[in-house]
């Protein structure tokens, strides 16, 4: 499993002060223990997100292109001994 390295709380704080210096506005109301989207910051949220699903639906559209089989696969159960099962067989398939 590949290992994800975030960054530092400073770190992240600086990147998110540098980024509403460049937007020229506020992104988020800040607290003295939690912080909460401007009406600008969810705007650059909706926008953000947008992007990253385009970005992913571009890499799978490459990837079959090269014939891989990408997606989503979406599977319902319903709670009983079987669902066990179901579980064993998804973490074999992976």
């Given at each position: 499993m590949k290992?994800?390295?975030?960054?530092?709380?400073?770190?992240?704080?600086r990147q998110l002060k540098d980024l509403e210096a460049e937007l020229q506005t506020a992104l988020?109301?800040?607290?003295?223990h939690?912080?909460?989207l401007t009406e600008s910051g969810g705007i650059f949220q909706s926008r953000a997100r947008?992007?990253?699903s385009l970005i992913n639906r571009a890499s799978d559209e490459v990837k079959?292109?090269?014939?891989?089989?990408t997606g989503t696969l979406?599977?319902?159960?319903v709670e009983s001994t079987i669902s066990e099962a179901l579980v064993n067989y998804i973490k074999a398939f992976r």
């Open positions: 290992e994800i390295r975030l960054p530092s709380q400073p770190t992240l704080s988020f109301i800040r607290e003295q939690h912080m909460t947008q992007i990253l079959i292109s090269n014939d891989e089989l979406v599977i319902g159960c």
